[in-house]
């Protein structure tokens, strides 16, 4: 089975790999802040569809709330270390599989092996924010090596 990757805008993409779908960054609304989506419509409902959902930093492009909200109950949810802490929203998300990860931590969700990588980036929820995580990237192993950069 081919590696196939569909781009939802921004930073969302879904990578289907090995019978696994993994949702990068969700990020579904028209608008967040000064960001606004300029072409096409919102992605079908079928997007949110995921067997793991990988986000790469606390910036709230990124790690958005109300579209992590609306992912199927029981989706692993991977997050850098400490973003619960940073985030309280994330501990309202009850009916996700929450997985916290640091560089080089590894994640197996049914073929695929999921590894943390560094990334270059502010990990801070706010530009003031007290709180720190890791910015992350993702290498997606499994028929193909895919890497997913986040901001970097």
């Known amino acids: ?35 606004r ?7 079908p409902a079928d997007a949110w569809r995921t067997d793991v959902a990988l986000v790469s930093h606390l910036h709230a492009d990124h790690l958005h709330v109300p579209s992590l909200a609306r992912l199927a109950p029981g989706t692993r949810l991977v997050v850098p270390r400490g973003a619960p802490r940073s985030v309280p929203g994330l501990r309202r998300l009850a009916h996700l599989q929450l997985t916290e990860v640091a560089p080089g931590d590894e994640t197996r969700v049914g073929g695929l092996v999921i590894r943390a990588v560094p990334a270059q980036h502010d990990g801070r929820r706010l530009p003031m924010g007290p709180h720190r995580s890791p910015a992350l990237g993702y290498v997606i192993e499994g028929e193909a090596r895919t890497y997913f950069a986040g901001d970097t």
């Not at 579904?28 to 802040?33: G, K, P, T, V, Y």
Request: charged share 20%; glycine share 8%; proline share 7%.
């Open 37 to 43: 989506r300029r072409r096409g419509a919102l992605p």
């Open 1 to 35: 089975m081919p590696v196939e990757v569909t781009w939802w805008g921004h930073a969302t993409c879904t990578v289907a790999d090995s019978g696994v779908r993994v949702l990068t960054d969700p990020l579904f609304a028209r608008r967040l802040a000064h960001l």
